[in-house]
């Protein structure tokens, strides 16, 4: 399994999809987070292997 | 993705661009993309002092980052709001001296609210605005020290680091009430229309947040990343959440939104009637320009004058110990 981390929260998706359609399935948009894997940026096209931890910083701000 | 200059590999997609790139072109594009706007809006010359309104976060830090890169002679000025909650201000605070302690080239200021006035920004709030409005609170005590400075400086502008989803998200606001006056006014650029208050620029108006993130995180610039805890629930991030899933559809929306207000309200194609404002005099106290007679809105809820105070001071005269 592929594990995403967004701030306190944490998902676990299946491996084999790109990052955009796992982040879209845990509800978030690709145009409000950076992922970051192994302190790297990535691309939402790369695909997910078993065992990735994507990490998916948070780039809105406000107030 | 293969990056659109040399073929290796991107870090990042840029679907408003129709742009991917390495690591290193995406940090030569951020750089060159920001000199490009200051240039655009006439901001400011190469000769001029830069006062950079730093709050620890990635979009002011980054922006810092690049003035001194590009060359510019840019200070920072980090205002201590005296926010406890959860260290905020005490994080937020070391960010900037860690980014300082890196650019001895530049001068560091630190404003203490706290320190200079006597109570912090919730303090102000819980005494005068029964805790309420803190951030309306804030945004004037900000505004304030930020002109002080700058005036006090000798600084030509205040560079603040409002990137293209906060002005959308505003213009998104101002549309959606309709509020003219701001209309008329907002751009990159706030012009000093009067002594005393100091010009306002925004370098990075036409960068995505995204973008500022990413040149942040690949430029190893520490930020903090908490949000400030009364940001929490603001309109204006559920505006900028609005505006990203237009995006989503249709990439490119949030920066033809922005940039197409501006040219029409250039070309005049679009004309928004400002409100008549009061004539702007000096406050009795500070010296800042004003709208309000006597005392502006910061000495009012910092010294709170006395009627008799308020008084004196309308008539000119200013034979009242402040001390």
């Not at chain 2, 810092?64 to 605070?93: F, P, T």
């Not at chain 2, 650019?103 to 006597?118: M, N, Q, R, S, T």
């Not at chain 2, 000798?154 to 006056?181: C, K, M, P, S």
């Not at chain 2, 501006?262 to 070309?267: H, N, V």
């Amino acid at each position: 399994m592929v594990k995403l981390i967004y701030r306190d929260k944490e998902w676990e998706v299946r491996p084999g999809i790109t990052v955009k359609k796992a982040v879209e399935e845990v509800g978030l948009l690709i145009e409000a987070v950076i992922p970051v894997k192994d302190g790297k940026l990535i691309t939402e096209d790369t695909v997910l292997k078993d065992g990735d931890v994507i990490k998916l910083i948070a780039v809105i701000s406000g107030g | 993705m293969r990056c659109r200059k040399c073929g290796k590999e991107a870090v990042m997609n840029m679907r408003q661009h129709k742009l991917a790139l390495c690591r290193d072109h995406y940090i030569e594009w951020f750089i060159e993309r920001t000199e490009k706007t200051i240039r655009l809006y006439k901001m400011f010359r190469r000769e001029d002092k830069i006062l950079v309104a730093v709050s620890g976060g990635k979009d002011s830090l980054s922006l810092w980052d690049v003035l001194l890169r590009l060359g510019y002679k840019a200070d920072g000025m980090y205002i201590n709001l005296g926010i406890e909650h959860q260290g905020y201000s005490q994080v937020s605070l070391e960010k900037v001296k860690q980014f300082a302690s890196a650019h001895p080239e530049a001068e560091l200021h630190i404003v203490d609210i706290k320190a200079l006035y006597g109570r912090s920004i919730p303090e102000f709030a819980r005494e005068s605005w029964r805790g309420q409005r803190v951030c309306a609170l804030c945004g004037l005590v900000k505004r304030h020290e930020m002109n002080r400075l700058a005036i006090e400086g000798g600084y030509y502008a205040i560079a603040t680091g409002h990137n293209l989803d906060d002005e959308a998200a505003a213009l998104l606001g101002n549309v959606l009430r309709w509020q003219t006056g701001y209309l008329a006014r907002q751009g990159p650029v706030l012009p000093s229309d009067y002594p005393g208050l100091a010009r306002k620029v925004k370098p990075f108006c036409r960068m995505y947040e995204r973008e500022t993130a990413a040149y942040a995180l690949l430029m190893g610039i520490d930020y903090i990343y908490d949000e400030c805890p009364y940001a929490v629930g603001s309109t204006s991030i559920f505006y900028k959440n609005l505006l990203n899933q237009l995006e989503r559809n249709s990439p490119g929306s949030k920066l033809s939104f922005y940039l197409s207000f501006l040219q029409a309200k250039e070309e005049g194609r679009v004309r928004f009637k400002e409100e008549e404002a009061p004539p702007l005099h000096a406050c009795q106290r500070c010296g800042q320009p004003t709208t309000a007679p006597g005392y502006c809105a910061f000495c009012r809820l910092v010294y709170k004058p006395s009627k008799e105070e308020v008084e004196a001071a309308l008539e000119g005269s200013t034979d009242v110990d402040f001390a």
